[in-house]
Nanobody, 117 residues
Framework: QVQLVESGGGLVQAGGSLRLSCAAS????????MGWYRQAPGKQRELVAT???????NYADSVKGRFTISRDIAKNTVDLQMNSLKPEDTGVYYC???????????WGQGTQVTVSS
């Protein structure tokens, strides 16, 4: 069973930075893609950023230029560096991993990010 464990959330003032980390129980290169999603209160879960096994990245327009997704193969983690945070970035951030051939999508338990104005 794949387990994803997020860490690094917290409370930060607008303009500040946070770094989220997702530790996987399986080799991160065994997944076709991994990514970060977020869900604000009363809203649907939305994509923040993804990274494929080949290293290609994709970002939501709202975070482009502020957030960076990366992976640390030695540590077996996928990280999200968040700079210039805004109150609208507040939400629960979830790590996701997918295996297309198996038709499986895995989720972590989420980590809370709160940006105060």
């Amino acid at each position: 069973q794949v387990q994803l464990v997020e860490s690094g959330g917290g409370l930060v003032q607008a303009g500040g930075s946070l770094r989220l980390s997702c530790a996987a129980s399986g080799n991160i290169l065994s997944f076709n893609a991994m990514g970060w999603y977020r869900q604000a209160p009363g809203k649907q879960r939305e994509l923040v950023a993804t990274i494929t096994v080949g290293g290609s990245t994709n970002y939501a327009d709202s975070v482009k230029g502020r957030f960076t997704i990366s992976r640390d193969i030695a540590k077996n983690t996928v990280d999200l560096q968040m700079n210039s945070l805004k109150p609208e970035d507040t939400g629960v951030y979830y790590c996701n991993a997918v295996r297309y051939t198996a038709g499986r999508s895995y989720w972590g338990q989420g980590t809370q990010v709160t940006v105060s104005s």
